[in-house]
């Protein structure tokens, strides 16, 4: 059975500058891959940048990272992201995450919170669908 996502239309483009998406409270999700890149792009070891930052472990070869209330995320500088080419895939894909687009109701609440959600061009359900997987846990 399709998803109601194949069938509808959905429109999506970040608004640059808004970085909602990098202040509110959640958590951030790096896998092996994600680590690596991040640590290299600031010249740290894995070990180190998984220290530095906080990261816990999250099922076999993942990390989670807390932003708390209040507390933006640690990589988030007044440029934007200060790992934007190496940013991990859960960041890469939003706002197209299963949990996103789950329901009609779903995307459209994530929408509150993602002024780019409705705004810029159709995005096709292939393209959809490879965020979805990519985004990780
Ligand atoms: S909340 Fe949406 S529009 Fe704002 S920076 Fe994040 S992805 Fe872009
Ligand atoms: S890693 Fe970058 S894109 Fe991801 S939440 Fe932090 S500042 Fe935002």
New binding site residues.
């Given amino acids: 059975m399709p998803h109601w996502w194949e069938k509808e239309t959905i429109r999506f ?10 202040t509110r409270p959640g958590w951030v999700y790096f896998d092996k891959e994600d680590v690596q890149n991040a640590a290299a792009f600031l010249g740290l070891p894995p070990s180190t940048f998984k220290t530095r930052y906080r990261l816990r472990p999250f099922g076999p070869g993942n990390w989670e990272m807390q932003v708390e209330e209040q507390q933006p995320c640690p990589f988030l500088s007044e440029q934007g992201c200060s790992i934007h080419p190496v940013k991990p895939k859960q960041c890469r894909t ?2 197209f995450w299963g949990e996103n687009l789950r329901t009609r109701r779903d995307w459209n609440k994530t929408g509150e ?5 409705g705004e810029g061009p159709a995005w096709s359900s292939r393209l959809i669908r490879d965020n979805i997987e990519s985004a990780g846990p």
């Fill in positions: 483009e970040c608004q640059k500058g808004c970085i909602q998406c990098c939003f706002p919170h993602c002024p780019g959600i």
